[in-house]
């Protein structure tokens, strides 16, 4: 029989909740915004405001006007000095802010480049747009290094330790692939999965592994794991496209075996629509629906499923250290994971 996760606690907004925040320790953070009347404004980006809540209990240690807005593109997270930093959309174009995590105050803002998401880390912060890459130190907020390259579009980032880890296309053949860029200098530093597959549906990372969910597994595959995979497989299986695991050792490069891999199946060609995995601290969190299955990221070994209420209609789900960070449209919530 199918747990329901233990939820901590909860809390109600009278505001719209479009983005959040959780690091290994301490608060949250809850990106909010207030709709105007009629649904209609002047910019792309209306203004925001910024809650820091308590870990623990989700009591708001303080709420703030935010530089950073509702629109195209957004990450937050913790600096290297416990403060809080912010990128996304404003009234005037997109910005990076550095805020105070004791009182909210404004300490530092600079303009952006579009971007279409980002990753916040408390030595820097990496943002993918379609044509580049981008890293800026999130103390100075100053740009530390910019990658893009003929021929290729960027779709979404991850990062383990020194690499960092970019879903691409190649605008050759419209097929999608993962390569790796040094995290320190933004140097390319190989490709992982080359540009074969006809879609990936999700990428993550942590310390010891990289997970993919690639749509076509043999042709990521290198040789050897191929033939494994064609040992192994119903003639069902083969030849059939649909999202599929494939993890990496962070340091790994094309040709590399790879970790574990696994064809998914679902009853329900529906069902596996909203597909999307994380990573933290050795687990891999697969979610589908209202429905979070835990892996050990090394390995792949199953450790369980649970159902989370409300996370077949998040705004929003990070996950760390065992706590399950879940936004919907005017609440968030933390349920207890395995760790």
């Not at 404004?41 to 935010?66: F, M, N, Q, V, Y």
């Not at 100075?140 to 991850?158: N, S, V």
């Not at 933290?280 to 369980?304: F, H, N, P, Q």
């Given at each position: ?67 950073v807005g509702y629109g195209r593109g957004f990450g937050a997270g913790f600096g290297r000095k416990g403060d809080v930093v912010v990128l996304g959309p404003s009234t005037s174009g997109n910005r990076i802010v550095r805020m105070s995590i004791e009182t909210g105050e404004l300490l530092a803002a600079a303009k952006l480049p579009v971007f279409d998401s980002a990753l916040v880390g408390s030595d820097l ?215």
């Open positions: 029989m199918t747990k329901t996760a233990r939820r901590r606690w909860s809390r109600e907004f009278t505001s719209e909740v479009d983005g959040i925040a959780i690091g290994s320790g301490g608060p949250v953070l809850v990106h909010l915004y207030d709709q105007p009347a009629g649904d209609k404004w002047i910019d792309d980006a209306i203004p925001g405001k910024l809650a820091l809540l308590d870990r623990a209990s989700g009591e708001p240690k303080w709420t703030s006007p935010c530089e912060c990496m943002v993918a747009g379609l044509d580049r890459i981008a890293a800026y130190d999130s103390e100075t907020l100053k740009e530390l290094w910019r990658y893009q390259r003929d021929g290729e579009r960027y779709h979404a980032i991850a990062r383990s330790g020194k690499r960092v880890f970019v879903m691409y296309s190649s605008k050759a053949n419209k097929k999608r692939g993962v390569l790796a860029l040094d995290a320190a200098k933004g140097r390319f530093d190989g490709i992982l999965v080359g540009p074969k597959q006809p879609t990936i549906h999700d990428l993550c990372a942590d310390s010891g592994a990289v997970i993919a969910l690639v749509d076509d597994l043999e042709s990521a595959l290198p040789q050897e794991a191929l033939l494994k995979l064609l040992s192994q497989a119903t003639d069902e299986d083969l030849g059939r496209r649909g999202p599929s695991l494939l993890a990496f050792a962070p340091g790994a490069s094309e040709g590399d075996a790879p970790l574990w891999f696994e064809k998914l199946s679902f009853s329900d060609p529906d069902e596996g629509a909203d597909l999307a995995v994380s990573a933290d601290s050795g687990k891999l969190y697969i979610t589908t629906g209202a429905m979070v299955e835990v892996r050990d990221s090394l390995t792949g070994r199953k450790l369980g499923d649970m159902a989370v209420p409300g996370l077949d209609e998040r705004v929003g789900w990070q996950v760390a250290q065992g706590a399950g960070l879940l936004a919907e449209e005017t609440r968030v919530s933390i349920f207890e994971l395995p760790a």
